[in-house]
């Protein structure tokens, strides 16, 4: 199944996609570039700031395959991290321990194939860091909500929640669809009593920072644009 993904990135080229980004980064720099996007173009300021990162320089010019093929890797670490965090902390099964590489490969395999246009999802660059890359940080960030509930050691509990509340912020900055996604995981916290395990003050800025990331991309002045 991954084979051909993996080959057809090779085949991908910048020529698919726009040049908007490596153009305007080259004359404003990463800087203005983040302030001119909000302005004129839209709030979704994560998406903005990843995706300059790799055009800078032209580098995605020079290596267009190389996103799909990170990406893909990514999410088939962040979903085997998922499963291991599920198996240890709810599930317990020493079986579904060793057969976690696998699982994790046909979990990744079937929600590919569940996505309305899988060559914009992983081989478009505009739209694969828009839409793919939040999918694995939301991962990783239900993994670290689990670990977060049912961890006891200190250490692990703070690290945490330093990347929960960061996650909650950044996702929010990559496209409106994922407010809502954000908001469904605040509302589980409840729901399963995850917000008993933290203090009020913490669950009171991960709320500041979910209104906060998602107001800054709904009233961007370049929505209006």
């Not at 199944?1 to 080959?7: A, H, S």
């Not at 929600?111 to 914009?120: A, D, G, L, R, V």
């Not at 049912?150 to 994922?178: D, P, R």
Request: a neutral charge; glycine letters at 4%.
């Amino acid at each position: 199944f991954f084979l051909p993904l993996i080959v057809l990135s090779f085949f991908n080229h910048a020529c698919t996609d726009d040049y908007f980004c490596g153009v305007h980064l080259n004359d404003l720099g990463i800087g203005k570039y983040q302030e001119y996007i909000y302005t004129e173009c839209g709030g979704r300021f994560a998406a903005t700031y990843i995706g300059s990162l790799f055009t800078e320089n032209n580098f995605l010019y020079s290596h267009y395959y190389l996103h799909s093929l990170l990406l893909l890797l990514f999410n088939a670490l962040s979903v085997f991290f998922l499963f291991s965090v599920v198996n240890k902390y709810l599930l317990k099964d020493a079986s579904i321990k060793k057969m976690l590489a696998t699982l994790s490969l046909v979990y990744l395999a079937l929600t590919i194939c569940s996505y309305p246009e899988p060559s914009t999802f992983l081989f478009w660059f505009s739209s694969a860091i828009t839409y793919h890359l939040p999918v694995i940080l939301v991962q990783l960030e239900v993994a670290l909500l689990i670990m977060l509930y049912h961890t006891q050691k200190t250490y692990i509990e703070i690290i945490c929640s330093v990347l929960v509340a960061l996650l909650m912020f950044f996702i929010n900055g990559f496209n409106e669809l994922f407010i809502t996604v954000q908001f469904l995981l605040l509302a589980a916290m409840f729901y399963f009593g995850v917000h008993k395990k933290v203090s009020k003050s913490y669950l009171i800025l991960l709320i500041i920072l979910f209104i906060s990331s998602g107001v800054i991309v709904i009233a961007a002045p370049g929505n209006q644009v």
